[in-house]
């Protein structure tokens, strides 16, 4: 769920995460719907690991817990979890799928055990913060193909977001709407927004592997023999991509880059990104 609140500035409307979980309609329905029983699960925790837990995908033998970190590849490493039980890869929605993987948001009790456990091996991917928040750019105002959008939208264009405008300003408002998001609430900033110190609870966690989207070929394979399973991904399907964009990349301008690197100052320094 989202809400619209306002910047502290200049008063600009703003789409946050809301708190959810203690709200009529889930207090009933989560006897009865596993999304709703793993919402309210969740609002006990504290608010830096609310939504990060809900985000927590594991393979059907119960190995591997896997992270999701958005726009640093959690649709394909969603996928290649889904193919290393079902040989294949889902055909709609995988962030939706209820067989070949669990997914936190329905097998919250069953993905608990196993995390508070700790006998799966359980990993996360980070991605270079300029490509990551040029990604979010492309994938919600370029290629207009994240569903997220639609919540965004009337704030964005409130924002100054012009969708015939120059794409180098465009850009420019973009990032002042993730900054006015994080100077209101980072933790409940959209996740594709924030930064990934937050995504994956960095510092809070202990993963056994933090891999980087720039050398997946090499780093996920490596996930698979730490959990046992050296012969996985076989070549075949390690080079499938999904949910990329088709766009190519504008380069940045000076300031810009700048400010990604003010924005996401805390990404660059615990992941060494130069």
Known sequence: ?????????????????????????TRLLAPFFPRYKSTLAARKMPDEMRTIMQ?????????FLFLRNQKAGCTSIAQLMY?????????????????????????????????????????????????????????FLVDRSNLALRKHWQP????????DGDHVRNFDVFLDYIERCLDLDPYL???????QVLNIAYGKIDYDFIGRLENIGHDLPRVFALGGRPEFPPAE??????NASQVKPAPLTPEQRKRVRQIFAADYEAFSYD
Request: hydrophobic share 35%; proline share 4%; net charge neutral.
């Open 156 to 163: 964005l264009l409130a924002n100054g977001y012009d969708p």
């Open 1 to 25: 769920m989202a809400e619209i609140r306002h910047s502290r500035d200049k008063g600009l409307p703003l789409c946050m995460m809301h708190n959810e979980g203690l709200d009529l309609k």
């Open 55 to 63: 985000n927590l995908v594991m393979t059907e033998d119960r190995r």
């Open 83 to 139: 193919a290393y039980t079902t040989g294949d890869f889902y055909s709609r929605t995988i962030h939706r799928a209820r067989t070949g993987i669990h997914l936190a948001r329905y097998d919250w009790d069953l993905i608990q055990s196993v995390y508070q456990a700790g006998t799966a091996t359980l990993f996360t991917f980070v991605r270079d913060p300029e490509s990551r928040v040029y990604s979010s750019f492309r994938n």
């Open 189 to 195: 900033t959209d996740t594709h927004f924030r930064p």
């Open 237 to 242: 399907i390690m080079d499938h991509r999904f």
